[in-house]
T-cell receptor, first 115, second 116 residues
Framework: DAGVIQSPRHEVTEMGQEVTLRCKPI?????LFWYRQTMMRGLELLIY????????DSGMPEDRFSAKMPNASFSTLKIQPSEPRDSAVYFC?????????????FGNGTRLTVT | AQKITQTQPGMFVQEKEAVTLDCTYD???????LFWYKQPSSGEMIFLIY??????QNATEGRYSLNFQKARKSANLVISASQLGDSAMYFC?????????????FGSGTQLTVLP
């Protein structure tokens, strides 16, 4: 079975540009999570969807960040405009059931560099 | 605030020896899950093992076992017969209620180095 698929693997962009990160969860998984990983702050949950509906976006840093899940097999995380402090590895993860007893399966991440 | 604590930023172990990575958690929830993930230098997050709060037995997956002590709120990972390929960052995580959702909260990680 294919795992969680993220694209692109690497993204380098200039400050002020729009960045779109993409994620395809594992088929049959009904929960999807976007995480950001930095050396300073570790792994932070940005937003979480259940059955394509955003449940908790309290981790989204500010209005420059937005996430959508138009259907069960696709999600995007958009940063507009991007800033150097957004440089990080962004992970998408999915799980099959309620988070309590179902492990998250992570994609390989997108390494974003904003210059 | 609810949190996961990993007190060992770095650990060293000799190849073929066993090693224990510590994790404590703070929750008032009755139902929760505890997870360990491995992150090698290549960056991917690999799920290793899961323990439910109501599970009587400690979880085991091959060379990995979870030493779950509910009263102490600890969920230590034990790796037996360490291999060079075990060198990686290890994260403990728990599904803990946070506001309206259950989210997976991660510790700060332990960098394990296996010495030949």
């Amino acid at each position: 079975d294919a795992g969680v698929i993220q694209s692109p693997r690497h993204e380098v962009t200039e400050m002020g540009q729009e960045v779109t990160l993409r994620c395809k969860p594992i088929s049959g998984h009904n929960s999807l999570f976007w995480y950001r990983q930095t050396m300073m702050r570790g792994l932070e949950l940005l937003i979480y969807f259940n059955n394509n509906v955003p449940i908790d976006d309290s981790g989204m840093p500010e209005d420059r960040f937005s996430a959508k899940m138009p259907n069960a097999s696709f999600s995007t995380l958009k940063i507009q405009p991007s800033e150097p402090r957004d440089s990080a590895v962004y992970f998408c993860a999915s799980s099959q059931r309620g988070l309590y007893n179902s492990p998250l399966h992570f994609g390989n991440g997108t390494r974003l560099t904003v210059t | 605030a609810q949190k996961i604590t990993q007190t060992q930023p770095g650990m060293f172990v000799q190849e073929k020896e066993a090693v224990t990575l510590d994790c404590t958690y703070d929750t008032s929830d009755q139902s929760y899950g505890l997870f360990w993930y491995k992150q090698p230098s290549s960056g991917e997050m690999i799920f290793l093992i899961y323990q439910g709060s109501y599970d009587e037995q400690n979880a085991t997956e091959g060379r990995y076992s979870l030493n779950f002590q509910k009263a102490r709120k600890s969920a230590n990972l034990v790796i037996s017969a360490s291999q060079l390929g075990d060198s990686a960052m290890y994260f403990c995580a728990s599904s803990i209620s946070s506001g309206s959702a259950r989210q997976l909260t991660f510790g700060s990680g332990t960098q394990l180095t296996v010495l030949p």
